[in-house]
T-cell receptor, first 115, second 113 residues
């Protein structure tokens, strides 16, 4: 079974703090993704990575950065947290077969509250 | 053009009824259309998916209907059960972009006993 784990289920931070969200997958998947989930907006892609040290901006990268130093680990960084970054954050991974990915496997999510 | 529009936002169905969720898209470069199911406190999980060269796919009580000319696809849940109560997301894969998915806004389904 594929397992995607996220470091925290709930997190409360203050405005201006630097926040690290960690994601680890155990299936040697090439591609990893960070989304935020907000009611009525669905899942929106923040960043994705298709290899170690490689990253691509998603649809809403402003205010976020990422790091992928090892294949199994993908970190999302909020350089200076703001209240509009209060959200559910979901990490996902997918393998590439014959040049294509099929299923994205999601972690349980981190509910971040910025006060 | 990258959007996927999903409706309704919420749906209440009686046990045994049919639940129908609709999605529409514009980008003809989308090459794969999955549906994800999310229970409270969990991440989304793949439920069923379809490729655009197929008009219908059925897995148990779940069916995707796909209309390529109208750029629409829908999820039908037959004989809906209380255990189907969850949030459902349609999505579309952007071809040749590393598995990147564009998600719809989500539908919160509640099946009443």
């Amino acid at each position: 079974d594929v397992k995607v784990t996220q470091s925290s289920r709930y997190l409360v931070k203050r405005t201006g703090e630097k926040v690290f969200l960690e994601c680890v997958q155990d299936m040697d998947h090439e591609n990893m993704f960070w989304y935020r989930q907000d009611p009525g907006l669905g899942l929106r892609l923040i960043y994705f990575s298709y290899d170690v040290k490689m990253k691509e901006k998603g649809d809403i990268p402003e205010g976020y950065s990422v790091s992928r130093e090892k294949k199994e680990r993908f970190s999302l960084i909020l350089e200076s947290a703001s209240t509009n970054q209060t959200s559910m954050y979901l990490c996902a991974s997918t393998e590439i077969t014959s040049g294509r990915s099929v299923e994205q496997y999601f972690g349980p999510g981190t509910r971040l509250t910025v006060t | 053009q990258q959007q996927v529009k999903q409706s309704p936002q919420s749906l209440i169905v009686q046990k045994g009824g049919i639940s129908i969720i609709n999605c529409a898209y514009e980008n003809t470069a989308f090459d794969y259309f999955p549906w994800y199911q999310q229970f409270p406190g969990k991440g989304p999980a793949l439920l069923i998916a379809i490729r655009p060269d197929v008009s219908e796919k059925k897995e148990g009580r779940f069916t995707i209907s796909f209309n390529k000319s109208a750029k629409q696809f829908s999820l039908h849940i037959m004989d809906s059960q209380p255990g189907d109560s969850a949030t459902y997301f349609c999505a579309a894969r952007v071809g040749n972009q590393g598995g990147k998915l564009i998600f719809g806004q989500g539908t919160e389904l509640s099946v009443k006993p």
